[in-house]
Nanobody, 130 residues
Framework: QVQLVESGGGLVQYGASLRLSCEASGFNLSYYAVGWFRQAPGKEREVVSCISNVLSGSNGNTDYADSVKGRFTISRDTAKNTVYLRMHSLKPEDTAVYYC???????????????????YGPGTQVTVSS
């Protein structure tokens, strides 16, 4: 069964750090680009970051929303079939439910955070107090 499960969220203070995990089961996460998304109350879901699959020419490529550049880092551990989102200098505006998902096309040669992503996990809540 194809499944993604996010973890690592929590309630933190302004300026704190968190590391979110996205663990895959039922398939090899390395074949796919992986994206992190977030949705705040009353707002549309937005892309936060994405990382390329490891088998195409874009291996290792990453991309970030302007709002998180320099503060968030996406990475993957192929042995653990997991992708991480390390978040530093958290702000109240980062408060949201964070989701991970995979590119609908395996082995896509170029990284694009705005293609169709599928198999969203249930999400993990991140709350940043001021």
């Amino acid at each position: 069964q194809v499944q993604l499960v996010e973890s690592g969220g929590g309630l933190v203070q302004y300026g704190a750090s968190l590391r979110l995990s996205c663990e895959a089961s039922g398939f090899n996460l390395s074949y796919y680009a992986v994206g992190w998304f977030r949705q705040a109350p009353g707002k549309e879901r937005e892309v936060v970051s994405c990382i390329s699959n490891v088998l195409s020419g874009s291996n290792g490529n990453t991309d970030y929303a302007d709002s998180v550049k320099g503060r968030f880092t996406i990475s993957r551990d192929t042995a653990k079939n997991t992708v991480y989102l390390r978040m530093h200098s958290l702000k109240p505006e980062d408060t949201a439910v964070y989701y991970c998902a995979v590119d609908g096309l395996a082995f896509r040669p170029n990284l694009d955070c705005h293609v169709e992503f599928v198999h969203y996990g249930p999400g993990t809540q991140v709350t940043v107090s001021s």
